[in-house]
């Protein structure tokens, strides 16, 4: 593996406030403003309240969320698409997919000339359980944006798809 030396980082481009510090001659991050640290500190809160209320209030996990809120956005989509659109790696979401397909929030059809590929499908109690879920979901969301303002929210959400565009482009 390749190390990065100091001297070979480029300057970040024009930005307000410096994702660094001079700590007495030695160069460290100000976690305030480093944008990765701030991203995964949301991220953890966020799943920490929200997988506990699930948790809790309907048997399911945050990954269970998440892979029922896409069977719900695609009806009939493949594990596979999943993890390509919600960026789990396919053991998590294959694991996800069995315990609901076992509680019978789901079912899939196997088209017949591909076995190994199945298509997946919230079941009415899936539908149930979603449309339970998503109004949690909401409240959350709503609690999480709470004093930010409509246009700085859509500006926020735009740069949160740009940067997952630079580090992720799909």
């Known amino acids: 593996m390749a ?24 160069l460290i991050l100000d976690i305030d403003h480093y944008a990765p640290f701030l991203l995964n500190a949301v991220s953890s809160a966020w799943g920490r309240k929200t997988s506990a209320i699930y948790r809790r209030d309907f048997g399911l996990g945050l990954v269970d969320w998440r892979v029922m809120a896409m069977l719900n956005i695609e009806p009939g989509i493949t594990a596979s698409r999943i993890c390509d659109v919600i960026r789990l790696d396919k053991a998590a979401v294959s694991r996800s997919l069995k315990q609901m397909l076992e509680k019978g929030l789901l079912h899939f059809e196997q088209p017949s000339n591909d076995p190994r590929k199945r298509l997946w499908r919230l079941s009415e109690a899936g539908q149930t359980s979603h449309e339970a879920v998503l109004g949690v ?34």
């Open 137 to 170: 979901a909401l409240a959350c969301e709503r609690d999480l944006v709470d004093g930010i303002s409509p246009s700085e929210l859509d500006t926020f959400l735009r740069v949160m798809r740009q940067m997952l565009s630079n580090i992720d482009p799909k």
């Open 3 to 26: 190390v990065t030396r100091p001297d070979e980082i480029k300057d970040p481009a024009e930005r307000i406030a410096n994702p660094t510090l001079d700590r007495d001659g030695t």
